[in-house]
């Protein structure tokens, strides 16, 4: 049973910008950070940004630093991107993960289930 639902997603031109929504219906204790990943096709998964529930602190990889932004209000995260590439091209997930030592809040082995994700396109 899904507890994150990913919407947002869209054909949109280099260069432009998107918002993607991630709508938490319902927090666990053990959930420490909500993340966002994305998938190219032929590509291994990856993580993208993400948000500290609790601090608030923010982590991006480094091909979107300065250009995605990742935000909480109330139960809706938020992935802002902007100037967006065709390299950003991919299915967008969204998931919560627990505190994991010796990793970050972009690890993706650290995700328990996945959904189906938004798509999002980059293309002119």
């Known amino acids: 049973q899904l507890r994150v639902a990913e919407s947002g997603g869209g054909l949109v031109q280099p260069g432009g910008s998107l918002r993607l929504s991630c709508a938490v219906s319902?927090?666990?204790?053990?959930?420490?950070?909500i993340s966002w990943f994305r998938q190219a096709p032929g590509k291994e998964r990856e993580g993208v940004a993400c948000?500290?529930?609790?601090?608030?602190s923010e982590l991006y990889a480094t091909s979107v630093e300065g250009r995605f932004t990742i935000s909480r209000d109330k139960d809706t995260v938020s992935l802002e991107m902007s100037n967006l590439k065709a390299e950003d091209t991919g299915v967008y997930y969204c998931?919560?993960?627990?505190?994991?030592?010796?990793?970050?809040?972009?690890?993706?082995?650290?995700?328990?289930?996945w959904g189906q994700g938004t798509q999002v396109t980059v293309s002119s």
């Open positions: 948000i500290s529930l609790f601090h608030g």
């Open positions: 319902t927090f666990e204790l053990i959930w420490y950070y």
């Open positions: 998931a919560p993960l627990p505190v994991v030592r010796g990793s970050t809040c972009l690890e993706v082995t650290a995700v328990a289930t």
